[in-house]
């Protein structure tokens, strides 16, 4: 049990255009998910926590207005990269928790290329 | 407030030697420790967890971690070390609430060699 899902796998866009990553908890209610940026050979960097029915809360000099972050359900949470740039480019990393249990379940990634 | 240092950036062994990977932690409170492994352009995957219960944890694919609290330190061990074990390793400490962030070590790289 505790899969959790990603789509796309990778991702390649024009810069200027919106991207939009799923991450899907397919066998628990996950009622916070975390989304996680990876720069080539480096650890994973914190981007926002996000509680189901409410706001994300994003960590120091992430750009809310740029990476949007919604979890409509308790199995779905979705990043939107608005307006991507090249600098944008990187694997991004969702993960979910279960209430009262302290373990995260990582999906696959995504990785995205913007031209 | 919490931190992880995971001591060596690179580690290599030859197929079955001994691996051991180092992690020391810091944290306000009493903390969860994991144990995540990833593979070239994967996921992570959990290799083990400690949540204070007991202090060695065994995990999968022949992993296991002590928890020592006087020392701060979770250290990953192996007895005999396979290719397949090459990949990026990642300790991470988090807190032992609902909604406790994780902060991860900057990873070990294990190679192996035959």
């Known amino acids: 049990g505790a899969v959790v899902s990603q789509h796309p796998s990778r991702v390649i866009c024009k810069s200027g255009t919106s991207v939009k990553i799923e991450c899907r908890s397919l066998d628990f209610q996950a009622t916070t998910m975390f989304w996680y940026r990876q720069f080539p050979k480096k650890s994973l960097m914190l981007m926002a926590t996000?509680?189901?029915?409410?706001?994300?809360?994003?960590e120091q000099g992430v750009e809310k207005d740029k990476f949007l972050i919604n979890h409509a359900s308790l199995t779905l949470s979705t990043l939107t990269v608005t307006s991507a740039h090249p600098e944008d480019s990187s694997f991004y990393i969702c993960s979910a928790k279960r209430t009262g249990v302290e373990t995260q379940y990582f999906g696959p990634g995504t990785r995205l290329l913007v031209l | 407030a919490q931190s992880v240092t995971q001591l060596d950036s690179h580690v290599s062994v030859s197929e079955g030697t001994p691996v051991l990977l180092r992690c020391n932690y810091s944290?306000?409170?009493?903390?969860?420790l994991f144990w995540y492994v990833q593979h070239p352009n994967k996921g992570l995957q959990l290799l083990l967890k400690y949540t204070s219960a007991a202090t060695l944890v065994k995990g999968i694919n022949g992993f296991e971690a002590e928890f020592k609290k006087s020392e701060t330190s979770f250290h990953l061990t192996k007895p005999s070390a396979h290719m397949s074990d090459a990949a990026e390793y990642f300790c991470v400490v988090s807190q032992n609430t609902n909604a406790g962030k994780s902060t991860f070590g900057d990873g070990t790289t294990l190679t192996v060699k035959p």
């Open positions: 944290s306000s409170y009493s903390p969860s």
């Open positions: 996000s509680n189901e029915g409410s706001k994300a809360t994003y």
